[in-house]
């Protein structure tokens, strides 16, 4: 999730009582909530370096806990050395290590709601695990988060105009909290029946290998479907309050044998790295003047009612099959490595045209 949402559920749990327990208690669940999110230094990089360490070691188990540890230890150091307040609760280091390992924790918990997912068992295993619920940065969860925590603020001011007694914070974080779980809870059954009306089907007379549904911004019923063949991928709008999906309306994206080019292509860094992450993998190639262009995309970005890329790997190569460049992006426009320069890339189609230089445009 960003990180306006794990702070926004910092607040909330702190606010939620263990504000009330020791001093720093908010302190340690905001920076707790986004300090897994340390490795994206790798971004400084490249993106594929960034694509490789993020949502890794840090974002593990072991790495919640560690990052846990050494956050309550350094506030509870921190906070000894501040001047006490004559109100409010003492610094207590049995509560900031509960708050602290609950704000890391909240994280993985809610990157694992999304279509990005976790690996939360390194260094030990490196798959990736996901929810697929909610939208990565989810506008419903933002608005519930806000409304929870923002309305008790807008009556303390009223309250202060008119004299009354004022309300307390921790109602609308526990209501902001409840609405969260409440959400999830929706999605999940509204992702569950997508996913069966997405397996009932055949597709162009062949049999679903595999089904994934993916969530929209705001719609809690509105989702992508992604089916994979035999021989294709489907992409296709899908709602849970509808009794069937209409397998006419996909995108098609055709698999193919693998060409010279291709398997030049998945060799470099950026697509094994890519490879590792891609749940639904697709590659085309298309020959240029000067040699080939191979992109390589994961279809569970791509949305069934735009053009939007997604996530996508580009290379180029010549025409001896040598790496011209190589560069990854999450948006589909593509960062060149290698100093090379290029004209922008249009969207191919998924039916594209043969080559003429005997290695035929491929999808898989």
Known sequence: MDNLTH??????ISHAGLNRKTRFA????VIGSSLPDIDSVSRFDSSATYLKYHRGITHSLLGVIVLG????????????RARAKKTGPPVDARWLLVCSLLATTSHLLLDFTNAYGVRPFMPFSGRWYAWDIMFIIDPLLLVLLALGLGLPWLLRLV???VGARKPSYQRGAIFALSCMVLLWGLRDFAHRRVLGLLD???YLQENPQRVGAFPTPV???AWTGVVETASVYHVLPANALEDDVDATRTRVFRKAESTPPLEAALKTRTAAIFLDFARFPWDSVAETEDGYDVTLRDLRFLSSATARRGFVVDVRLDKQLRV?????????EPQRREGQEGSEED???ASGAGSSDGFPASRR
Not at 7 to 12: F, R, S
């Open 347 to 349: 969207e191919r189609e």
């Open 219 to 221: 719609n809690p019923f």
């Open 159 to 161: 309250s202060e105009e």
């Open 200 to 202: 009932s089907h055949t």
């Open 26 to 29: 908010t302190l340690a669940l």
């Open 7 to 12: 702070t926004l559920t910092a607040v909330a």
């Open 324 to 332: 011209r460049s190589e560069s990854f992006s999450f948006s589909g």
């Open 69 to 80: 540890v050494l956050l309550a230890a350094a506030v509870h150091y921190l906070g000894r």
